[in-house]
């Protein structure tokens, strides 16, 4: 038995552009999970990157709903005994809001070797000004 993985002619990658202004954080993490991992094509395979690049524009002003603002905790250890830094969802919005919504990503990619490659062609900012003005951006509705 043949044990060769599919080669599927190489294919043009796009970049799609995304505003996030007043977007549910999970509905709009999940679309760009789904984009990243190549779901969206015929030829997608969980074996290799097929995905496609995604910029996230007004990434600061994502809406989260219920009181998730408050009670949602994001946790980051060091390793070191006593260094578990615990941040709440509101911080995170108001002061990292490109990690918020990459860590939320990275949650709902496939947990293995591709996920950090997978990752990259994320690219997040925080208001309308970004520098991919040479690619050729689709815009996406979520």
Do not use: C
Not at 54 to 72: C, D, F, H, M, P
Not at 89 to 94: S, W
């Amino acid at each position: 038995m043949d044990k060769r993985t599919k080669e599927f002619p190489k294919q043009e990658e796009k970049w799609y552009v995304i505003n996030a202004e007043n977007k549910v954080l999970g509905r709009l993490a999940s679309r760009i999970a789904y984009i990243l991992m190549g779901k969206h094509k015929v030829t997608y395979s969980s074996s290799y990157i097929g995905g496609d690049y995604v910029v996230v524009l007004n990434a600061s002003k994502i809406k989260l709903t219920g009181k998730k603002l408050v009670r949602k905790k994001y946790y980051k250890h060091s390793g070191h005994l006593g260094n578990l830094k615990e941040y709440s969802a509101e911080f995170m919005l108001e002061n990292k809001p490109e990690e918020l919504l990459r860590l939320v990503v990275s949650k709902m990619l496939p947990k293995n070797k591709l996920r950090s490659r997978m990752l990259k062609r994320l690219k997040i900012y925080r208001n309308e000004e970004h520098k991919h003005i040479a690619q050729k951006l689709e815009t996406l509705e979520v």
